[in-house]
C-alpha cells in the first residue's frame, strides 16, 4: 500500500507480545503491519476456509483478505498476529484483498474494548493506513488492522474440507486443533465427540456474555464463528441502546436472522453446521446430537448468573425469572436504554420512603415513558434486594463492577472515524482509552456515557468493508 501511515495502537494488546505502544509507530512497524515489509522470521500464510452465510451454503469465502504473519509465544500462550486488508491471496476470489479506514477503526476499538468488558474475544494491535482508494459503498481509503488470537480457526475451516470431500484433510485440522488448544481431549475415549461438545459449551457462554450486555455481532455466519469461543469478525455490530428483543443492526439482513433475540438460536444452529462438519469423524449421529445438547443449559445457566450480577443478586430465589421477564417486558415497551438501565439500577436505594422514591428514583425512572409501570417493578425489586444480605453501597460496588458505563456506540465510532478520515487520529486513542475502562466512572469523559444525540439514529451498519 502506497505511503502508510499509523492510525492508532493499543498498549494492553502490545504488552501481550511484549511491545509497547512507542514502537508500533515506528516505520518499520508500520511497514510490517501494513504487509508492505515482510518481518524476520515471518511465514505469511493465507487459510482457506468455506461456511454458510445468512444460513445458505456459500462454498469457499476466504480467506481472501487475512493474512497471517506467524505465532509468538508468549507467557499466556501462543498469539498469532494477522493483517486484515493487506491484499488479495489465492483465496480472495473477485475482492481486492483490502479493507477500509472506517471499519478497520470500528474492529480494532471493538476488539479491544470487549477484551476490556471481559468478553473472550480476538485482538486488535494496531491501525494503519493509506491514501489508497477502495471502491466499497462509496470510495473509501484503505487500511489494516493487525489482529490478534491464539487461533483464527473457525467453524467454516472444517466446513471447507467436509463438503469438499477431504476427511484428510478434514483430520489434520481437528487433530492439530486438539493437540494445541484442547489437550485435555486428546485422550478422550471420543476425541472428536469431546471437541464439539466443549465448542458447543464455549459457543453458549459466548454468546450468553454478549446477551447481557447488548451486543449484536450483526453477520453471524459459520464462517464468523471461532472455534475457541471467541468473539470474531468485526464488521456491522452494535450494542443495543433503545432496548427492542428484535433490533437489527445490519441493514444488510433484510430477514433479521442476526437480530439481538436472534443470536441465541443462530449459535446454537452454528453449533449443528459444525456438527455436520465433524460427523465423518465422529461417526456417530446419536452422540453428535446428544453433545449438542449442552448448548440450551450452558447458555442458560450463564445468563441467569450474569443476570443476577446485573442486578445485584448474590443469590438465585423462587420469582427471580418472573422478576427478570418482566424487567425486559418494561424495558421492551418502553425503548429504554440498554446501558444505562443497567448502570443507574445500581444507584437504587433499597430503602427509601414510599414519598420520597419519585425523586430518589429520577436518574432511573426517567428513562421510562411509563413511570408507574416502572414504579410497580421497582416495589418487586426493592422487595428482592430486602432478601440479600449485601446493603446498599456493598450492591453498588458490585452491579458497577459487572454493568458498564462506557460501551462503543455507533455514533461515538462514527465521530473517530470522521475525524480519522479528515487525518485526525487523536479521538481514536482517546476513545480507545475510555473503553479500556468500562466500568470506571471516569467524570472527566462523562459525555461518552451520554444518551445518544438524535442524529445517531440514522446511522446505518452493513457487511461493507
Known amino acids: 500500500m502506497p505511503a502508510p501511515y499509523f492510525v492508532a495502537g493499543s498498549a494492553s494488546a502490545a504488552a501481550l507480545i511484549g511491545l509497547e505502544l512507542a514502537d508500533l509507530a515506528r516505520p518499520d ?23 454458510h452465510q445468512f444460513g445458505n451454503w456459500a462454498g469457499q469465502l476466504g480467506d481472501g483478505r487475512a493474512i497471517l504473519l506467524g505465532e509468538i509465544r508468549t507467557a499466556a500462550g501462543p498469539m498469532e498476529l494477522q493483517l486484515k486488508g493487506a491484499g488479495m491471496t489465492p483465496y480472495s476470489r473477485m475482492g481486492d484483498g483490502r ?15 470487549m477484551a476490556a468488558l471481559g468478553i473472550p474475544t480476538t485482538r486488535a494491535l494496531m491501525v494503519t493506513g493509506s491514501p489508497q482508494r477502495v471502491m466499497r459503498e462509496n470510495v473509501e481509503t484503505a487500511a489494516v488492522v493487525t489482529r490478534m488470537a491464539p487461533s483464527f480457526v473457525r467453524f467454516g475451516s472444517f466446513e471447507h474440507w467436509h463438503y469438499r470431500n477431504k476427511p484428510e484433510e478434514l483430520k ?11 489437550p485435555e481431549l486428546a485422550d478422550a475415549e471420543a476425541p472428536y465427540l469431546a471437541l464439539l461438545r466443549e465448542v458447543t459449551v464455549r459457543t453458549a457462554r459466548l454468546i450468553a456474555h454478549w446477551q447481557a450486555v447488548g451486543f449484536m455481532h450483526g453477520v453471524m455466519n459459520t464462517d464468523n464463528m471461532s472455534i475457541l469461543g471467541l468473539t470474531l469478525d ?11 428483543v428484535d433490533h437489527i443492526c445490519n441493514h ?28 465423518p469423524l465422529i461417526r456417530d449421529t446419536d452422540a453428535a446430537e446428544d453433545a449438542l445438547g449442552v448448548y440450551v443449559d450452558a447458555y442458560g445457566d450463564t445468563f441467569d ?26 424495558m421492551q415497551r418502553n425503548r429504554v436504554d440498554f446501558t444505562l438501565f443497567f448502570r443507574r439500577l445500581g444507584e437504587l436505594r433499597r430503602d427509601v420512603p414510599d414519598h420520597a422514591r419519585a425523586a430518589a428514583d429520577a436518574p432511573l425512572r426517567d428513562l421510562f415513558l411509563d413511570r408507574a409501570a416502572f414504579d ?18 456493598e450492591r453498588r460496588l458490585a452491579m458497577h463492577k459487572v454493568n458498564p458505563k ?20 487523536a479521538e481514536v486513542q482517546r476513545l480507545l482509552a475510555v473503553l479500556e475502562k468500562p466500568f470506571d466512572e471516569q467524570p472527566e469523559h462523562a459525555s461518552y456515557a451520554a444518551l445518544p444525540p438524535d442524529w445517531a439514529s440514522h446511522l446505518e451498519v452493513s457487511c461493507s468493508s
Request: one cysteine or more; proline letters at 3%; a negative charge.
Open 29 to 51: 512497524f508500520v511497514a510490517a503491519f501494513t504487509g508492505n515489509q515482510v518481518p524476520a522470521r515471518a511465514r505469511p500464510l493465507a487459510a482457506v476456509y468455506s461456511g
Open 99 to 113: 479493507a477500509v479506514l472506517r471499519s478497520s477503526i470500528r474492529e480494532f476499538l471493538c476488539s479491544e474494548g
Open 172 to 182: 489434520i485440522l481437528a487433530d492439530y486443533v486438539i493437540d494445541q488448544f484442547y
Open 234 to 244: 468485526y464488521g456491522p455490530f452494535g450494542f443495543m441502546e433503545a432496548f427492542d
Open 252 to 279: 444488510t439482513d433484510q430477514g433479521g436472522r442476526y437480530s439481538y433475540g436472534n443470536q441465541v438460536p443462530v449459535g446454537h444452529w452454528n453449533c449443528y453446521a459444525l456438527a455436520n462438519a465433524l460427523l
Open 305 to 330: 448468573a450474569l443476570l443476577h450480577a446485573k442486578l445485584g443478586l448474590a443469590s438465585a430465589q423462587e420469582g427471580d425469572r418472573a422478576l427478570f421477564d418482566d424487567m425486559f417486558g418494561l
Open 376 to 393: 410497580a417493578w421497582a416495589v418487586r425489586y426493592r422487595a428482592r434486594l430486602a432478601r440479600e444480605a449485601a446493603g446498599d453501597d
Open 406 to 425: 462506557y460501551i462503543l456506540r455507533n455514533y461515538l465510532a462514527q465521530v473517530a472515524i470522521e475525524r480519522a478520515q479528515q487525518g485526525d487520529f
